[in-house]
C-alpha cells in the first residue's frame, strides 16, 4: 500500500487527507490514478498535453523526484509519496 | 541597508494585507517602495532604506539586485521569480523564495552552489493564467504573515552566519500540516549546472499588462529610461496634469487617469484595453 499526501489545494477537492492505493508500479501510474478517482485533480497534476504539471513537486520517503528516477520511479509497498504544489501568489 | 524593489503605488484594496501602508499612501497616490521606505525609517531611523519605484526586468536586473548579501523574493508571479534565480546565480547570492495563496504558504532558500536553485525544482514556469493567483482565490493574510516568518528566520540566520537545515517549506492554515522536503540540485539544472540564465537574457518588448480584476493596465518599456517628469509636464496641456513630483506624473484624460514613474512605466486606470493604453502612452508620453 501506498500512502499519498496531497497539497491542501488539492485536499479540498480530494475531501481527504491522507489517501492509500494499492499496486502502483512507478509514480506516473500513481498520477493516471490519482486523476482516475479525482477527475476534478485532472487540471491540476497534469498540463494540456497530458504531463505531470511543471510546478507538482513529488517527494518519496522525502526524497525528491530529481534524485530517482523522475516520473519513471518505482514504488514499492509502504512507500510514502508528498505531493507539493509551488505557488505563484504572494 | 535594506534595498526596497516594487512597481506598484498604494491603493485602497492593498490596506487589509500589506502592512506598511496607511490611508494617507492611498490619497496621495505613493508608489509602494518609497511608502514602505518612510515607515520604516519612522519606525528605525538608524537603518537606511532604498526606495526602487521601478519594475524588475531583465534589463535593470543586474543592477536592482546586485551589491547585495541577500535577496528577499515578496514578489506574486512566477516571471519574476525565474528572472530572480537567475540574476542570484549569476551573482552568486542567495535569495529566499517565499509564496502564498489561500491557506497555503510555501518558502526556500536557494544558495548558488551549494542548494537546489528555482529551475532544480521547476524546469519553466507553468502555462499562462494556469496557476490560481491572490487575485482569484484570495491570501489569507495570517499565512502571509506566517510564511514570512519561516523566510525571515533563514534571513536573519543566514546574516548572521547560523547554520539552517535548507528546505522546501510547506505551511497549511486549513491542514494545520508543516510539511518540508529536502531538494537535491538537479544534475543537468539548466540554470545552476549549465549556466544558461535565459530569463536575464530575455528579451522586453513594450510590455502591456492587464491587471486582474481592475480597469487597469500596466506599462513598461523596452529599454531602461530616465524621463524627467517636470520638463515632460511642462510641456503637457496644463489642463490634463492633475500633479507632478520627482517620482510620479499624473494626467487625468477624458477616458483614462496615467500615472507615470521617471523610469518609463505607467499605469493606465479606467481602461482595461491594452492596445488602448499604449495608444494613449504614445500620445501623450512617447512621442
Ligand atoms: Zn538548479
Redesign the interface.
Do not use: I, W
Given at each position: 500500500m501506498i500512502k499519498v499526501?496531497l497539497?491542501?489545494?488539492y485536499?479540498?477537492l480530494a475531501a481527504s487527507?491522507h489517501i492509500e492505493l494499492n499496486g502502483m508500479t512507478n509514480v506516473r501510474h500513481l498520477l493516471s490514478v490519482l486523476c482516475e478517482r479525482f477527475p476534478q485533480l485532472t487540471d491540476e497534476l497534469l498540463?494540456?498535453a497530458g504531463q505531470p504539471?511543471?510546478?507538482l513537486?513529488i517527494?518519496i520517503n522525502?526524497e525528491?523526484l530529481?534524485?530517482l528516477q523522475g516520473w519513471d520511479t518505482n514504488l514499492m509497498d509502504g512507500d510514502e509519496v508528498?505531493l507539493?504544489?509551488?505557488?505563484?501568489?504572494? | 541597508m535594506l534595498r526596497l524593489i516594487d512597481r506598484d503605488i498604494v491603493e485602497e484594496h492593498n490596506l487589509s494585507t500589506q502592512m506598511l501602508y496607511d490611508e494617507c499612501d492611498v490619497s496621495d497616490v505613493v508608489p509602494k517602495s518609497i511608502a514602505a521606505a518612510r515607515h520604516l525609517s519612522a519606525i528605525n531611523s538608524n537603518s537606511t532604506f532604498e526606495a526602487q519605484a521601478a519594475e524588475l526586468t531583465p534589463a535593470n536586473a543586474a543592477k536592482l539586485l546586485g551589491g547585495v548579501d541577500l535577496i528577499l523574493?515578496?514578489?506574486?508571479?512566477?516571471e519574476a521569480?525565474f528572472l530572480i534565480n537567475d540574476v542570484a546565480l549569476s551573482l552568486d547570492i542567495p535569495w529566499i523564495y517565499?509564496?502564498?495563496?489561500?491557506?497555503?504558504?510555501?518558502c526556500m532558500p536557494i544558495i548558488p552552489g551549494k542548494t537546489?536553485c528555482l529551475r532544480?525544482?521547476?524546469?519553466?514556469?507553468?502555462?499562462a493564467g494556469?496557476?490560481?493567483?491572490?487575485e482569484n482565490v484570495g491570501?489569507w493574510l495570517p499565512m502571509?504573515q506566517a510564511i514570512v516568518a519561516v523566510g525571515t528566520t533563514y534571513a536573519l540566520r543566514m546574516l548572521t552566519g547560523q547554520p539552517s537545515e535548507i528546505a522546501?517549506h510547506?505551511l497549511?492554515f486549513?491542514?494545520w500540516?508543516w510539511?518540508k522536503?529536502?531538494?537535491?540540485r538537479?544534475v543537468d539544472c539548466p540554470a545552476c549546472e549549465q549556466r544558461n540564465f535565459k530569463f536575464l537574457q530575455g528579451q522586453t518588448g513594450m510590455q502591456a499588462t492587464k491587471l486582474c480584476g481592475r480597469d487597469m493596465v500596466h506599462l513598461s518599456p523596452e529599454m531602461e529610461v530616465h524621463i524627467n517628469l517636470r520638463v515632460l509636464a511642462n510641456k503637457l496641456a496644463a489642463d490634463l496634469l492633475v500633479k507632478v513630483s520627482e517620482d510620479l506624473l499624473q494626467l487625468h484624460l477624458p477616458e483614462a487617469e496615467i500615472y507615470l514613474f521617471p523610469d518609463g512605466r505607467a499605469f493606465v486606470k479606467g481602461i482595461s484595453d491594452t492596445t488602448r493604453a499604449r495608444a494613449l502612452y504614445n500620445r501623450y508620453i512617447s512621442s
Open positions: 499526501k497539497p491542501s489545494a485536499q479540498k487527507h498540463d494540456s504539471e511543471l510546478n513537486l517527494s522525502g525528491p530529481s534524485n508528498d507539493y504544489l509551488l505557488l505563484a501568489g504572494g | 523574493d515578496a514578489t506574486d508571479n512566477f521569480r517565499t509564496g502564498a495563496l489561500a491557506y497555503t504558504g510555501l537546489a532544480c525544482l521547476m524546469e519553466e514556469p507553468p502555462e494556469k496557476l490560481p493567483t491572490c491570501v502571509v522546501l510547506e497549511d486549513q491542514t500540516q510539511r522536503v529536502q531538494v537535491a538537479r
